[in-house]
C-alpha cells in the first residue's frame, strides 16, 4: 500500500513538473506579432498597421486563432473594408492589444458582453453566413489564457471594433 501511495506521489510530481514547464514554455514563446498578423490579414484582404518589430508573449497557434476568428467574423458580418490594428502600451506592464475593425451593422450596446457567450448569434445571423457561435467565446478563451480580455467597440462612422488586449506574461 505505501509503495502504491509512493507511486502516485511520484507522477503527480512528474505532471505538476511537466505542466509547470509547459506553461513556462508558453510565456517564454515570442510571437511575431506584425508577421503573424500580415499573413492573417491576406486571408480576408484586410489592412494592418503595426510597428516593425511587435512581439508578444504567448502561443502562437492560439493567438493566431483568436486573430483569424475575429477576422473570419469582419468578413462574415463586416462589410468590405477590414483593418487590424496593433499597438503596444507605452506604460510599463501595460497591455498590447490587437484590434479588428470593420464596417459592418454593428453590434447593438446591449449584446456587447452577450456575443463573447458560447452558441450566443445576433438575431438574424443564424441564417445569413453559418457558424455556430463559437469563434468569439474562444477568443475570450484565449485572451484570457494571455492574462487578457476582448471587447467590442462601435467603431467612429458606422461598423464594430474588437480590441483584444493581452497582458504582459
Not at 503595426?50 to 458580418?77: H, K, Q, S, T, W
Not at 453590434?107 to 457561435?133: K, S, T
Not at 458606422?158 to 483584444?164: A, D
Amino acid at each position: 500500500e505505501a509503495a502504491r501511495f509512493e507511486a502516485e506521489r511520484a507522477e503527480a510530481k512528474r505532471q505538476a513538473a511537466q505542466e509547470a514547464a509547459r506553461v513556462a514554455a508558453e510565456k517564454a514563446a515570442q510571437v511575431e506579432a506584425e508577421r503573424v498578423a500580415a499573413e492573417e490579414a491576406a486571408r480576408v484582404d484586410a489592412t494592418v498597421d503595426a510597428p516593425a518589430g511587435l512581439a508578444l508573449a504567448g502561443d502562437e497557434r492560439l493567438l493566431r486563432r483568436a486573430l483569424r476568428n475575429l477576422l473570419e467574423n469582419a468578413r462574415r458580418y463586416g462589410g468590405g473594408e477590414i483593418t487590424v490594428v496593433l499597438r503596444a502600451s507605452t506604460a510599463s506592464g501595460g497591455d498590447t492589444t490587437i484590434q479588428v475593425c470593420d464596417r459592418g451593422a454593428g453590434v447593438p450596446a446591449e449584446m456587447r458582453e452577450r456575443i463573447f457567450e458560447p452558441f450566443f448569434r445576433l438575431p438574424g445571423h443564424a441564417e445569413q453566413a453559418g457558424g455556430v457561435g463559437l469563434g468569439l467565446s474562444l477568443v475570450k478563451q484565449i485572451a484570457e489564457r494571455h492574462g487578457g480580455s476582448v471587447r467590442c467597440e462601435p467603431r467612429d462612422g458606422g461598423g464594430s471594433c474588437f480590441v483584444l488586449a493581452l497582458g504582459t506574461m
